[in-house]
């Protein structure tokens, strides 16, 4: 009787079952490869876990458009620079191993409109099928997320008309200041039990915390 109830107990430790109020916040830029490369993972922990995410789309930081003349370049820009296309050629071996189109740079791009669109498509429950239309898309270079016709046709397509292009700046911008409150600054990022996860590089740590910490936690 003894070993059967070790035993039980042993199975029912193998489950790790997730706490009922888990929820997986995850804050990203669809002008991001960063935030490209994490979506699928994030999706498929979830999936695992059975765990909702909390959409949180938000506009980094517009890149400069690079020129093509290098000689004016001061000591820092040409730092930035090497700095970036290092990180290009870094985040373009990780899409060829996953088979992702990356077509285009972000260079000039805002998303802002775009992440206004998926805070409409959440409300719309359709937010996960717009943000990996809007990701996979924009960096195949075949959507343009700063054109706002072709966002509504978008959110038409996906069972969420009536997107305004024209009145949406404020309730970015209150949308994005309360996700900064919430400790998110640097994209992307997760959220999980009032912790800010920086990367998609943290996913087997978030895995563990809502499995319930069980064992020691993942390096």
């Known amino acids: ?15 790790r079952s997730v706490r009922v109020a888990a929820v997986i916040g995850f804050a990203f830029d669809y002008a991001s490869t960063a935030s490209l490369l994490a979506f699928a993972p994030t ?51 990780y899409a060829r191993w996953r088979g992702i189109e990356i077509n285009r740079d972000a260079n000039g791009v805002d998303s802002a409109l775009a992440c206004a669109g998926g805070l409409w498509a959440d409300r719309h429950g359709v937010a996960r099928a717009y943000n990996q239309h809007v ?7 075949r959507l343009d997320i700063e054109d706002g016709t072709t966002l509504k046709s978008v959110l038409d397509g996906l069972g969420a008309p009536g997107f305004d292009d024209e009145s949406f700046e404020a309730p970015l911008a209150a949308h994005k200041a309360s996700v900064e ?18 990367g998609r590089a943290h996913l087997p740590m978030i895995r563990w915390i809502l499995q319930g910490r069980d064992g020691p936690g993942p390096l």
């Open 135 to 141: 990701l996979t898309e924009f960096w195949a270079g």
């Open 43 to 93: 999706c498929t922990l979830a999936d695992e876990l059975g765990v909702p995410i909390e959409w949180l789309p938000m506009p980094g930081a517009t890149r400069p458009v690079v020129g093509a003349n290098r000689s004016d370049e001061s000591v820092s820009e040409r730092h930035s620079r090497v700095r970036a296309e290092y990180v290009a050629m870094d985040v373009a071996r």
């Open 181 to 198: 409150d919430r400790g998110v600054h640097t994209l992307p990022a997760y959220l999980v039990e009032e912790q800010v996860f920086v």
């Open 1 to 15: 009787m003894a070993s059967r109830r070790a035993a039980g107990a042993a199975a029912g430790r193998g489950l």
